[in-house]
């Protein structure tokens, strides 16, 4: 096992930082709330969502030090750690170099500041401690405060993507508001100093800046839409590409459909659909190539090697919560075999008789919620009916295009329960969003005239 250079990361002094810094955060957001939510069906959330991912950072962050006792948060922090340490004993020239440069571009003295290589050789894993390390400078190093930090990125893309929803159907703010902001898994794995928070955030900030830049660009600031876009995009493709990989072609579907539902003609909406859809997926596929064109195989081969030693470390670290999928032989038919286990492990696994450690079973009730609310979606609207409202619904198409995409995906390559319950967090809001707008049988008109009479929409869009 590799030596760790922080064998902690939680210190006295950081529970007196956490007080400290949370209350500022609160009354910070609270404000930002009274000058943009006031009075709007949004303002109920915005809190409550907040407070519940700083407490899920919070409760991480003990469950690592006094459960686990190690992990890859540890190897963040020691990244963290450096970059504090630079800015206090060398200088915050050196510390701005070690945040802003790639290793290969370091001074000598900032590359000899670094504790553990690995941790910035990968440029996706050196993410962490840079952004994480903002607020831990300040705050003398305090892991609590890297920790917040990132989990307000992940609040934020939430919120954004929370935002995208209610803007398209109001009336389902508090629906929507539990299928994206209140997941329990959401709220604990979607936050501390780790790479899903950033991912999450990542994938929320895209999709935001996709449908206020190119969809609905009138109801927002255009210039701002871009930067959050450019932001999106930065995080989805550097922190974990196959996140990009999976929303870049149910993005451009998406696109597609709604711009299609557009058009007032029904004969030239029914004829523009075949050509929408190849510019869709032309679109993707071209987006596809701009994404992967700067990943050589040797980062793959990296990205490969480091989940197969986590699947292997978590599974004999969480007691043997392993699962195991039908074999291949490498040849398409056994892939398509495998993907319904591959989409029903990642949906709806473990089940609760598989829950065989005590931190697996928050997951084992959550997988069993899914799978119920999946079989009502289908009592309720049968069969036939369900696949109907999918099909006249281009909302719902490009949820559960990026949620079954991405949990074939992660459900294929996890492998354990453990790390499953991490790595299938991008996918969760999009596929209760689905479910929400399932059963609340909406159609594909959405209502994006900023002269319509909607009074709760017109609260809603508020700059």
């Given at each position: ?8 990361i ?11 810094l949370?209350?500022l ?9 009274q ?10 959330y ?30 963040y922090y020691?990244?963290v750690?450096d ?19 790639s ?23 050196s993410?962490?401690p ?9 705050t003398?190093?305090?892991?609590l405060?890297?920790?917040?930090g ?14 995208v ?8 703010h508090?629906?929507l ?7 329990p ?6 936050t501390g ?9 990542g994938?929320g900030?895209?999709?935001?800046g ?9 109801k ?7 930067l ?11 922190v974990?590409?196959?996140v ?7 993005v ?13 003609n029904?004969?030239?909406r029914?004829l ?13 596929f071209?987006?596809l ?6 990943i ?9 090697a ?5 699947i292997?470390y ?9 699962y195991?999928?039908s074999?291949?032989d ?6 398509i075999?495998?993907?319904?286990e ?7 696994r ?36 369900t ?34 319950a ?12 689905a479910?929400?707008?399932?059963l609340d ?13 909607n009074?709760e ?7």
């Amino acid at each position: 096992m590799i030596l760790l250079y922080v064998s902690r990361i939680l210190e006295p002094t950081d529970f007196i930082i956490a007080l400290l810094l949370g209350i500022l955060i609160y009354y910070t957001f609270n404000y930002i709330k009274q000058q943009r939510y006031k009075g709007t069906n949004l303002e109920a959330y915005f809190m409550p969502a907040l407070v519940a991912k700083l407490i899920g950072a919070f409760l991480t962050a003990l469950m690592y030090q006094y459960y686990y006792g190690y992990g890859d948060t540890f190897w963040y922090y020691s990244g963290v750690r450096d970059i504090v340490d630079a800015f206090y004993n060398k200088g915050p020239d050196i510390a701005l170099e070690m945040i802003l440069k790639s290793k290969n571009n370091l001074s000598e003295e900032a590359y000899y500041a670094i504790s553990l290589d690995f941790v910035f050789n990968n440029y996706s894993m050196s993410l962490v401690p840079k952004i994480g390390s903002i607020l831990s400078i300040p705050t003398f190093g305090s892991f609590l405060a890297a920790s917040f930090g990132i989990t307000l990125i992940s609040f934020g893309g939430s919120w954004m993507l929370y935002r995208v929803f209610v803007d398209m159907y109001p009336h389902l703010h508090r629906n929507l508001a539990i299928a994206i902001l209140f997941v329990p898994s959401l709220c604990f794995w979607g936050t501390g100093l780790m790479k899903d928070p950033l991912s999450l955030g990542g994938v929320g900030m895209l999709i935001y800046g996709v449908y206020f830049t190119l969809y609905a660009p009138k109801k927002r600031n255009l210039f701002r839409s871009i930067l959050i876009l450019i932001t999106g995009i930065f995080l989805s493709i550097n922190v974990k590409f196959y996140v990009a990989l999976a929303a870049v072609p149910a993005v451009a579907l998406w696109l597609s459909l709604m711009y299609k539902n557009k058009i007032q003609n029904k004969f030239l909406r029914q004829l523009s659909l075949p050509f929408l859809l190849i510019g869709g997926v032309l679109f993707g596929f071209f987006a596809l190539i701009q994404i992967s064109k700067n990943i050589s195989i040797e980062d793959l081969a990296l990205e490969a090697a480091k989940t197969q030693w986590w699947i292997a470390y978590s599974t004999q670290r969480d007691g043997g919560t392993g699962y195991t999928l039908s074999s291949m032989d490498g040849s398409l038919g056994s892939l398509i075999r495998v993907m319904p286990e591959a989409i029903n492990v990642s949906l709806f696994r473990p089940y609760l008789w598989e829950a065989r450690k005590i931190v697996v079973i928050p997951s084992a009730i959550e997988s069993f919620f899914t799978l119920i609310l999946t079989f009502f979606v289908f009592y309720k609207k049968g069969i036939w009916g369900t696949f109907k409202a999918i099909a006249n619904n281009p909302t719902v198409i490009f949820c559960l295009t990026f949620a079954i995409v991405f949990a074939f995906a992660v459900g294929f390559t996890s492998m354990n329960f453990g790390a499953l319950a991490r790595y299938k967090i991008p996918l969760l809001p999009f596929y209760f969003t689905a479910m929400v707008l399932l059963l609340d049988n909406v159609n594909a008109q959405m209502k994006l005239d900023p002269k319509d009479t909607n009074k709760e929409l017109q609260r809603n869009i508020r700059q």
